[in-house]
């Protein structure tokens, strides 16, 4: 059994920072494709960034390029998500999940976390 847990979310102004991570339990972590993806109230869970199972690729939606950097850490076996620059259309709660394939489709990941709410004010 895989589990995920998101942590690191909370209330900032419009301009700052925030770094989201997820925890996870898995045997083999690096057996994983890592993803974060976000649900703003009233919308459909989009894609935010996903990285292969080394980190030797990462891949963001476009409204996040330049922003945000994933990162993943295998010996601790934890998914990092460095968000600047935050906006109040960030506003979402975030998600962190695991899969198999390199992929912005949410039905392709089989493991998801909780997730972990981002208010950005403006």
């Known amino acids: 059994q895989v589990q995920l847990v998101e942590s690191g979310g909370g209330l900032v102004q419009a301009g700052g920072s925030l770094r989201l991570s997820c925890a996870v339990s898995?045997?083999?972590?690096?057996?994983?494709?890592m993803g974060w993806f976000r649900q703003a109230p009233g919308k459909e869970r989009e894609f935010v960034s996903t990285?292969?199972?080394?980190?030797?690729?990462?891949y963001y939606a476009d409204s996040v390029k330049g922003r945000f950097t994933i990162s993943r850490d295998n010996a601790k076996k934890i998914l990092s998500l460095q968000m600047n620059t935050l906006q109040p259309e960030d506003t979402a709660v975030y998600y962190c999940?695991?899969?198999?394939?390199?992929?912005?489709?949410?039905?392709?990941?089989?493991?998801w976390g909780q997730g972990t709410q981002v208010t950005v004010s403006s």
């Open positions: 999940a695991a899969g198999n394939l390199v992929t912005n489709k949410p039905p392709a990941y089989d493991y």
């Open positions: 898995a045997r083999t972590f690096s057996s994983y494709v």
């Open positions: 990285i292969s199972k080394s980190g030797g690729s990462t």
